[in-house]
């Protein structure tokens, strides 16, 4: 079967578009871990798998994200696995303005990190801004919704860290962000995709009402380094 790009993203993103953030080399690489935890292996060749485990020292946690099974070498293994969904837009996102949505910069970091921390939208840190723009919705100062970019690939971005606030739910702001981040992506011609966990069936209803489409499922797993 022929593979896609999408298929290993966090691998297809760090030996492209986010090579300046990557450690490891031509076999396994990762994030550097204050950016985003996601690691991948070019394959699952021993070498490939064996160069992934190198990757982390003992205690070290990270993130893996690929279609098809998750193989791992002795030395590293899976404390948590999960079954996700990709999705893919379908082409007919559009930039838009809207008042209530504003840029967001490094000033607003430390709403961000807060906002994921009370939402859990998916990995995310302070310097998440270093990879991709981030926009969000602020009432009385307080930051109440966001939505940006993560890995990038040649032609593809992925919209990620959506999140609202629970006081601010129900109002359209996760549809409201997702279309805008939509829309900017495909206005500098990528075509927008995302990553939901496979149960979480209110989100991927929310994406496939705006025009994103199911492309594979993918697997999800939290690896540590085994201690020698």
């Known amino acids: 079967m022929t593979s896609h790009e999408l298929d290993r993203p966090a691998w297809a993103s760090l030996t492209s578009r986010h090579q300046a953030f990557a450690d490891g080399d031509a076999k396994a690489r990762r994030y550097r871990p204050s950016i985003v935890p996601f690691a991948a292996s070019a394959d ?3 070498e490939s798998l064996e160069a992934l485990g190198t990757l982390l020292e003992p205690g070290d946690t990270a993130v893996l994200l690929q279609a098809g099974e998750i193989r791992l070498p002795a030395s ?7 079954e ?8 007919g996102h559009a930039p838009f303005e809207d008042d209530r949505i504003a840029r967001l910069t490094p000033a607003d970091a430390e709403d961000m990190l807060a906002l994921a921390a009370l939402t859990e939208p998916g990995p995310f840190t302070l310097r998440a ?3 991709g723009r981030f926009w969000g919705v602020r009432e009385n100062g307080r930051l109440v919704a966001m939505a940006g970019e993560r890995m990038a690939q040649p032609g593809h971005v992925e919209l990620s860290g959506v999140c ?3 006081e601010a739910r129900g109002r359209g702001l996760a549809r409201l962000l997702s279309r805008y981040v939509a829309g ?3 206005e500098s011609g990528d075509r927008p995709y995302l990553h939901a966990f496979a149960s979480n069936t209110a989100a991927i209803c929310l994406y496939a009402s705006i025009g994103f489409t199911l ?3 993918m697997q999800v797993a939290v690896i540590e380094r085994v201690d020698d």
Request: charged share 25%; hydrophobic share 40%.
């Open 44 to 46: 699952d060749s021993p």
């Open 129 to 131: 801004l270093d990879i």
């Open 184 to 186: 900017r992506i495909a």
């Open 215 to 217: 492309r594979t499922t």
């Open 76 to 82: 590293l293994r899976a404390i948590r696995r999960a």
């Open 164 to 166: 609202t606030h629970p």
């Open 84 to 91: 996700g969904v990709q999705m893919v837009a379908d082409g």
